[in-house]
């Protein structure tokens, strides 16, 4: 039993770390341009430090991925196909803060929130007619590196002030 | 004189010149000395620098590959920040906008 109970709680670590990305290519095969980005372990340590040294935080990243399908028509992907990441994002420690539903598009925001209010990772899935987006970028953050981020590219959207938007904007 | 007595003196022992030894010692010396020093040998020099390239070149090529590497890859992190922050900017657009419609 013990041994059962060691096995379960290991799995959701293990898969947190391990998430396919793989599994998004289906997402951009009717796609009309497409930017698949993955930087992980060495390429990634390279990558930031060619940024300078105004990058510190970003040293601390583990996985940056970044996939972007636009399509010619509307209708030219299964949203189906992000059923993986979302359930992914559902099972571990990942933390909604943002779920924006229109007509024809989607917009949510995940973050990991690691103990002594760390960020571990933070997830974009945009879903529009004709564009889909997804931004997982992994890897322990201080809430205040998401401000030095924004001179960099991220910009401050309140997850500063307690790691998570407040009930207002949610629109579960 | 007969065969025998022909061969005979034909074949009969000389003693070396009294001065052979000495010939052949400065013989000796005198191709000693006559040995090409290394910088003069243009075969060798190729050769040496052929290693010291041989030697030189990957490294160059590696330092060079990951030099591109590591460019290529700032790019794509620079790419992937920009699009989240135009995602980013995007949802937050669209919670103010929503945010205008209900108020």
């Known amino acids: 039993m013990k041994t059962a109970l060691i096995l379960f709680a290991a799995i959701p ?9 793989k599994l998004l290519d289906k997402l951009g ?8 980005i993955t930087l992980e372990g060495d390429t990634l340590k390279l990558a930031t430090s060619f940024l300078g040294d105004d990058t510190g935080s970003l040293k601390n990243l583990t996985g940056v991925y970044v996939r972007s399908y636009e399509f010619a028509k509307a209708g030219q992907y299964n949203e189906a196909d992000l059923a993986p990441l979302r359930a992914y994002l559902k099972t571990l420690q990942w933390t909604k803060v943002v779920d924006v539903k229109e007509t024809d598009e989607t917009s949510e925001i995940y973050v990991h929130v690691l103990p002594n209010n760390r960020l571990g990772g933070l997830a974009i899935v945009s879903a529009e007619a004709k564009e889909v987006t997804v931004v997982f970028i992994a890897g322990a953050l201080n809430m205040s590196d998401v401000g030095k981020l924004s001179g960099l590219g991220i910009p401050d959207i309140g997850l500063e002030h307690g790691g998570k938007k407040s009930d207002d904007s949610k629109k579960d | 004189m007969n065969l025998d007595d022909e061969l005979r003196a034909a074949l009969q022992r000389e003693p070396a010149p009294v001065d052979f030894a000495a010939k052949v010692t400065a013989k000796t010396r005198t191709s000693k000395a006559r040995v090409v020093p290394f910088r003069r040998r243009p075969a060798a020099l190729a050769l040496a620098a052929a290693l010291a390239l041989a030697a030189l070149v990957p490294s160059a090529v590696y330092q060079y590959r990951q030099q591109r590497r590591a460019i290529q890859a700032r790019d794509q992190l620079i790419a992937a920040l920009s699009i989240t922050k135009v995602q980013l900017q995007h949802v937050r657009e669209r919670i103010q906008q929503n945010t205008r419609h209900k108020i």
């Not at chain 1, 670590?13 to 998430?19: P, T, V, Y």
């Not at chain 1, 095969?29 to 698949?36: D, F, H, L, M, P």
């Open chain 1, 13 to 21: 670590a293990f898969a947190q770390q391990n998430f396919d990305f």
């Open chain 1, 29 to 36: 095969a009717n796609a009309t341009g497409s930017t698949n």
